[in-house]
């Protein structure tokens, strides 16, 4: 069977759309006509990123977010361990979404169940939705019968991270608006305000005060084309740089040059080691071996850097060599990572020992992150509290001096 997209009319001439599964376009049609529908359209179900051809190539692929992943996974959890046979859970996930992109993925997924394949092969054929670990955990508790289980540690996984990030939106959200106003109320100071109130100075023939000429300049500068130009220019030297990050040997360079800009990198190794830590704990837990987790692991870490000295740790311990004393060696990963990697091999709790690691780097990153945040407000306050506080006095100032020759 195939999953299909639809679009019909119902008795009322309204525009019905969903998802069915059909052997062909032809038994779809006439389940839509028993169910009173008149079918309009009938197209496959392309779920996240399936298809082929100039077609796939141009259409950007769907994500699920990670409240979707984690509701799924959550759903997928509860209903595998009632007992019932994954392609009723497939199934009864579909009907119990929403959104009409998670219906076809999901009917996608079921039908390669159905033809023979495990949940962890059909989930792989859509990497904008299952990442390698996702699929890797899905298929280790496949394997050990415990896919129920698995999943319950995925979807508390994915809403953990979820919270992480929550609170570090929620942490800027104070900070990045009060600069957002501070900017538009220097913008329109100087471009509509600040004119008009200087230009009777400006046409006095008077020596103006030398902050009350520098703002009469930057306004005229904002005025002129020449900002636009400015702007312009910032945002194509943007897309250039990211353009330029797209290659890894770039990455590399700017990846490790931030790591030596102190202060910033402690956040940096803290904020992708943890995730590192957190993740080889799920996956050893879950019964994948230490060399695949190191791999899948691997590619969770965001600076380039790290990303290679971890691959390097996976082929030292292909070669034979132990866990800890490779991560030693790369001189990157922070010393308690690796005493926690050499107690976990020497009682055989690796797992437990890696997950202790990412909890309390989690933890510190916190209060690193929550005493910036409150570092971060006060001073965006007096930084443009004392932009305007110079814009006034450049107003001001001029007037002082008329006061004192009356």
């Known amino acids: 069977m195939t999953a299909l997209r639809y679009k019909a009319l119902d008795l009322q001439g309204r525009t019905v759309t969903g998802v069915m599964e059909a052997d062909d376009e032809r038994q779809l049609r006439q389940r839509l006509r028993q169910q009173n529908l008149r079918p309009l359209m009938v197209t496959v179900a392309t779920g996240m990123e399936s298809g082929s051809g100039l077609r796939h190539l141009l259409k950007p692929r769907r994500r699920l977010s990670v409240n979707q992943l984690s509701l799924l996974t959550r759903q997928l959890a509860s209903l595998i361990k009632s007992g019932l046979p994954v392609d009723e859970v497939l199934r009864l996930t579909s009907e119990q979404s929403r959104g009409d992109h998670i219906k076809g993925l999901l009917a996608q997924v079921r039908s390669r169940v159905m033809e023979g394949q495990s949940l962890a092969q059909a989930m792989s054929e859509h990497p904008g939705a299952f990442d390698r670990m996702y699929c890797a955990m899905v298929r280790a508790g496949e394997s050990a019968g415990f896919l129920g289980e698995v999943l319950e540690r995925l979807a508390l996984h994915t809403e953990n991270s979820q919270q992480t990030r929550q609170k570090l939106q ?48 930057v306004s005229d500068f904002f005025r002129s084309g020449w900002a636009l130009l400015l702007l312009i220019a910032v945002l194509a030297a943007i897309a250039g740089f990211k353009a330029w990050l797209r290659r890894s040997d770039n990455r590399l360079t700017w990846h490790s040059l931030l790591l030596r800009v102190p202060g910033l990198r402690n956040t940096l190794l803290q904020m992708d080691c943890a995730r590192f830590a957190s993740t080889m704990a799920i996956l050893l837990g879950s019964g994948v071996p ?59 709790t690796l797992a437990t020992q890696l997950d202790y690691a990412a909890g309390w780097q989690s933890r510190e990153l916190d209060v690193r992150l929550g005493t910036l945040m409150a570092l971060l407000e006060p001073l965006t306050i007096v930084l443009m509290g004392g932009l305007i506080t110079l814009i006034m006095l450049a107003v001001l100032l001029p007037v002082f001096d008329m006061s004192s020759l009356i």
Request: a neutral charge; aromatic letters at 4%.
């Open 170 to 217: 929620t942490a800027l959200i104070y900070p990045l608006v009060l600069m957002g106003v501070s900017i538009s109320v220097v913008v329109l100071l100087m471009t509509f305000v600040v004119p008009r109130l200087v230009s009777m100075f400006a046409s006095s023939n008077r020596d103006l005060p030398v902050l009350t000429q520098v703002l009469i300049n």
């Open 290 to 348: 230490l060399l695949d987790a190191l791999r899948i692991a691997s590619e969770v870490l965001n600076n380039e850097q790290l990303r290679r000295s971890a691959l390097a740790v996976a082929g030292r311990v292909q070669e034979g060599a132990s866990f800890s004393k490779s991560l030693q060696q790369e001189e990157v990963f922070p010393a308690l990572l690796v005493q926690m990697a050499a107690n976990g091999e020497a009682n055989g």
